[in-house]
Structures are given as C-alpha cells and as structure tokens.
C-alpha cells in the first residue's frame, strides 16, 4: 500500500512544444480509487505512464509512499498496470501469464503456484489457466490482465482504461466488478479513463485533466456540482451544461436543473414571485422555445432557445424524466424555470468559477 | 458462355502462367537431373544407359563428395548460426530511434542489394594473399609476421572461416529485414507491461519478445537454409572449392563434376542428395508459414 504524489510532473515531448502533462501536482491517498478523467490528449496517459516508469519526466518529481522514484524503473517502483490492450503474452498460457511477475520477482515454483492460483480464484479464471489469451472473449482477457496485476500484491495499481475494449454491457458488470474488486484488495489504484460514466461511478475521486493541466480534483459530486471551470462544466454531464454569455461574467446550469413551470406547479414550492424577467430570487424564470425533443426512453432532452430578456436567442437544452407527461411541441414556447441556486458563474474569459453575478 | 461459366475458366486461365513457368524451369529440369542421375550421360554424349544406383554409389564412395557434404552442413549451420546472431543484434539496434537511422539501414541493406558475385570478387582482394588489406593493416600494427602472413583463401581452416564469413556478410541483411519486421509487429503494450511485471532486458528479450518473433525468425532460417544449400556463388568465387576441396560444397561439386568435368550423371547424382534434404525444409517452412498467420 502506497500513496502517490508527483510534483509539479511536467512532460514535453517536442522542445517548444506544449508539454503533454504541465506541472502536475496530485496526491493519492491511501488504498484510493483515484480517476484521471479527460479528452483524449488530455495527457492522462502519458502521467500515468510516468508513474509506471514508462515515460520519462521532463521535469517534476514523482513520489510513491513517499520515495522519489524519477530513477527507478518499473520493476523496482513495485506496481502494478493493466494496459488498455491488456498486452497479455500471447505465447505463454493464462497460468504462464499470471505467474510471469512472480518468476521475474524470483520466486520459487510451489509458491508461485499457490499466488496464481489464488490470483485466478480472485477473479474467476481458475478453469482457463491452460488456455492461450487468444482462445479467450474480451471480458476473460480483462479478467486474466487484472490477476496478473494482483497476484504479487502490488503497492500501487494503475489501470489505463482497462474496460474499452468490452462491449457496452459487459463494460457495465465489468464496471461493477472492477470496483469491488478494488474495494476488497485495497491498493491505491489510479485508474486512467475518458468515460466520465465510468469516473463517476467508480472513483473516490476524479482528476478532471485537458491539455495536460489538471483542471479540478474532487470527489465525483464535487465535479460535477461545483465544477471549477467552464472545461469541467461541459466535459462533465451528457447533454453538458448549458453555458451563457451575459456580457461580464458566463452563466451556466444543468439541463437537468432546467425545467418547465408546469413541472413545478404541481409542487408545494411554487414561488409566488415568478416573473417573465430575470431577476434575483429563489427561481429564475425563462421563455424557452422548443426546437426538438429526443425521447431516450428513461429520461427527455429538449433542444431549444431563450426567449427575452438578456438571454434571448442563446440555445440551451433541458432534461427531465420521461415520467413528467407534458407534450412540448416543435416551435412552442414554454414557461421554464431554474432553481438560483443551480446557477453556476464563471470568468467570462478565464472560464474560472467566480461570485455569483445579479442577473437584472 | 454464362457468368458462373466465365469464372470456372478464368481462375485456372489466371494461374496457368505460374504452372507453366514451374513446370518449365522447375519440374523439367528436376525430372532431367533424376534422369541422368540414373544413366551414364556425359557432356556430348549422345546415347541414353539406364545404370541404376551406379551413379549414387560412385558418388558415395568418393572422399570428395563425404568431404563437401560434411562441408555444406558446416557451411550452412555456421554461417545461418552467425546470421541468426547478427541478425537478432543488429535488428535489435535499428528498432530504436537515432539520428541517421535511416542511413544506416540502407548500409545493412547494401550486402544483399548489391550482387553477391561483385560482392565476393571484392572479399576476394580483401583476403588475397599478396593485397589483402587485413593483412596489410595487422602487418603495420605488428600483430602478424610480415614474412608469412596468414592466406584466407589458401589454408583450409581459414579458407571455410572466409567462406562463411563472406556468406554471412551477404545474408546477414536478409535476415536482418525480416527479424526488424517481426520487431516491430510486436506491440509496444507487451515489452512494457514485461517491464512493469518486472522483467529485466534478458527476461525480456528471452521469454517474451524472442519467443513472440519465433514464427518469423523460423521463416527467416528456414530461408536462409535454403539459400545457403544451394547456393554456391561465393565458395566458386573465392576459393573454386579449394584448397583440395576443403571448402566444396554439394552445389558447388555437383558443378564441377557435372559441368566441368562433363559428367552429367555423376553431378546431377550429388545435386539430388539435397533433394530429400530441402524437401524437410520447405515443409517446415510452409507450416511455420502457416502458423504465423494463423496467431
């Protein structure tokens, strides 16, 4: 078990180039479930094959339990990695795999055996181990590229993102799996993924990473409700925030925040002073022409534009369960109201989050 | 004629050039061999014997043709053991990136581009025994005796030595070209998920990467067997199989008996004893052939 902490980690690969990871400044804590999450080229990889001992730093340090270990290679930084290929050993069987970590540390035959077997059983594989990794599915390649990662007890975990090769249902119970997994063995994992579905349901917390900067670090709620940035706003959320200019500052709210008056009328709380402007208060009150709607089944996004006041004309999009029966025909405009307190302001040119803002 | 009709026909009509040209300059010419081999053709005979065994047990009890099939296995294993060393360093060296690799790539590459007979006619004045610049260089730094400085080319052990390493030089390329494209189709995942799983560069070159190439090196020896069997070019070129023999190899023999001395049956007799030889060695190589397609 160990924590990870790298130090204003820079990478540049290109002299004058802009650095893939700038001046990168994280820290684990123990037995952790940490998230890099961004786009890709978001440098999430290349800090994490830093970490592995791939990729060489540029500048910074990076510390594991609390050791410099810029000089060390992999094998002396005593982790563990799951590569997004899984790069098992195509030549050697599933037993030949996991225990390849163990003949590298030197271990001795009867032990070696006993680890492998426990690894498998860990991860319900025990009936493959004379398999070859080509005659197994996605999902039993995963299996066998995790075993290999735990069966010498790493300190550290690092996955890069081990689920995208699995089909879309498979990668949900593999999700599952995954993180209870990683709750029973507690070690430290960093685990590398562009799917913020993913970052939000697994991790303890998530590193919001773009352009090789860390933009926000904070449990998934956090990033998601109090996004730091406009990046970490729209990057987050799927349909994203919607984001509006209003002259000095940049106003932003979560399609699901934003929904119909009626919606609201059937609710105790109805404010008695909901107005056609804008204006400081419990709700902000706003005239929402319909564009189209997309039915998805559990929920309905609505596409659409602000009418009047200083938001006319600014599109924006509004999610709300199916189960709220309303019909919002095409080119209808609807009363539409967001909670104030659902508001977001950011910088107008920095992006950054900033004071609330009077809108009238 | 009907569209399914049409390609019955075309496919056979498509291949029949390759047949023909097999059949041509390969199956008549083996038939021929096997025909003399079993007769008593000379050159400028006219007649046609049919002898039997007679050809192969005059072959077998010559102490020449026992002297080069030793030679052609010492020739061939040697120089493919070289090659296969040669090949896996250099291949090694050139799958990183340096400045100038390009450069030296195409300096590896030159051996085999260039042909192997102005290649060896240029070994040949580097090992003379009166010009050879090797000698002139260990004369000048006083490593060999001025008087009698070795003779590549004229003692038998150092004769073979020369013969292999000039074969090894032309093949080495080859070789080269072929293990640095198995390198290279490893992905770049394994060697490193190797290196996190703490393997050291032996462990690493020894059970992961070399076994992983294994299809591909297999093609590139099993080539190379083959070439270096038959070949003869550079043991005619640099030492015409001698001194006394020493350095005859079966292609080579089977030429100067054959050609040279005009006795077709007796030459065409040595060159089918690598026949059943080669046939091993093609099968091999179609079923590794097989088999790295199929992983």
Do not use: C
Request: overall charge positive.
């Amino acid at each position: 078990m160990a924590i990870v902490q790298t130090r204003a980690l820079t990478k540049v690969f290109k002299k004058g180039e802009l650095g893939a990871v700038n001046s990168v400044d994280l820290e684990s804590r123990e037995g952790e479930f940490l998230v890099l999450l961004g786009p890709s080229g978001s440098g999430k990889t290349t800090l994490l094959r830093m970490i592995a001992g791939l990729e060489e730093p540029t500048s910074g340090e990076i510390l594991i339990g609390g050791r410099v270990v810029n000089d060390m290679t992999p094998r002396e930084r005593r982790i563990a990695m799951v590569f997004q290929s899984y790069a098992l050993y195509p030549h050697l069987t599933v037993f030949g795999n996991i225990v390849f970590p163990l003949k590298a540390q030197g271990m001795e035959k009867g032990e070696r055996q006993k680890k492998a077997e426990w690894a498998a059983g860990l991860l319900g594989i025990g009936h493959l181990m004379h398999r070859k990794p080509r005659e197994l599915s996605g999902g039993e390649r995963q299996r066998v590229a995790l075993a290999r990662a735990i069966v010498r007890e790493p300190a550290l975990f690092l996955l890069d993102e081990p689920l995208s090769n699995l089909d879309a249902k498979l990668r949900a119970s593999a999700r599952t799996e995954l993180e209870q997994f990683q709750r029973r063995v507690a070690t430290t994992t960093i685990y590398v993924t562009h799917d913020q579905v993913e970052a939000m349901a697994m991790g303890d917390r998530v590193v919001v990473m773009n352009k090789g900067l860390v933009r926000q670090i904070g449990t998934p709620a956090e990033v998601y409700d109090e996004p730091a940035d406009t990046f970490v706003a729209t990057f987050l959320g799927s349909p994203p925030m919607n984001l509006i200019d209003i002259g000095e500052a940049t106003v932003g709210f979560r399609p699901e925040h934003f929904f119909p008056v009626s919606h609201l009328a059937g609710q105790a709380a109805v404010p008695a002073d909901m107005r056609e402007d804008a204006r400081v208060g419990p709700y902000v009150p706003l005239r929402f022409l319909i564009s189209h709607e997309e039915y998805l089944g559990a929920e309905r996004i609505l596409y659409g534009k602000l009418e009047g006041g200083r938001f006319d004309g600014k599109p924006a999009v509004s999610r709300m369960s199916s189960t709220h029966g309303a019909v919002f025909e095409s080119g209808s405009v609807h009363a539409f109201a967001v909670r104030q307190g659902d508001l977001k302001f950011f910088h107008r040119e920095q992006g950054t989050r900033t004071q609330p803002v009077p809108l009238s | 004629m009907s569209a399914l009709g049409r390609q019955r026909w075309l496919g056979p009509a498509m291949f029949l050039p390759a047949i023909l040209y097999v059949v041509a300059l390969v199956g008549v010419p083996f038939v021929l061999a096997f025909l003399y081999s079993v007769g008593d053709v000379k050159v400028g005979s006219v007649g046609y014997h049919f002898v039997g065994l007679a050809n192969f047990k005059s072959v077998l009890q010559s102490p020449t043709f026992l002297r080069s099939l030793r030679n052609s296995f010492v020739f061939t294993i040697a120089s493919q053991v070289l090659v296969l060393l040669g090949a896996n360093i250099l291949a090694m060296a050139l799958k990183n990136v340096f400045p100038g690799r390009r450069f030296v790539r195409f300096l590896i590459l030159l051996p085999w581009v260039a042909p192997v007979s102005i290649g060896s006619i240029g070994w040949k004045w580097i090992l003379d025994s009166l010009y050879s610049v090797i000698n002139w260089v260990l004369i000048r730094f006083h490593l060999v005796n001025e008087f009698s400085p070795p003779m590549y080319l004229g003692e038998p052990k150092l004769a073979m030595i020369s013969v292999i390493l000039v074969h090894t030089w032309h093949m080495l390329p080859f070789a080269t070209v072929i293990i640095l494209a198995g390198w290279t189709a490893i992905p770049k995942d394994i060697p490193e998920a190797a290196s996190v799983d703490g393997a050291r560069f032996f462990r690493r070159l020894f059970q992961i990467e070399l076994p992983m190439m294994l299809p591909i090196i297999n093609v590139a020896v099993l080539f190379g067997v083959i070439f270096t069997f038959t070949d003869m070019t550079v043991v005619y070129i640099l030492t015409r199989g001698g001194p006394y023999d020493t350095t005859q190899v079966l292609p080579s023999q089977a030429f100067f008996t054959g050609i040279l001395g005009s006795d077709l049956a007796e030459g065409a007799a040595i060159s089918l004893f690598l026949v059943p030889l080669l046939v091993v060695v093609a099968w091999l190589m179609l079923r590794t052939a097989h088999k790295a397609e199929v992983t």
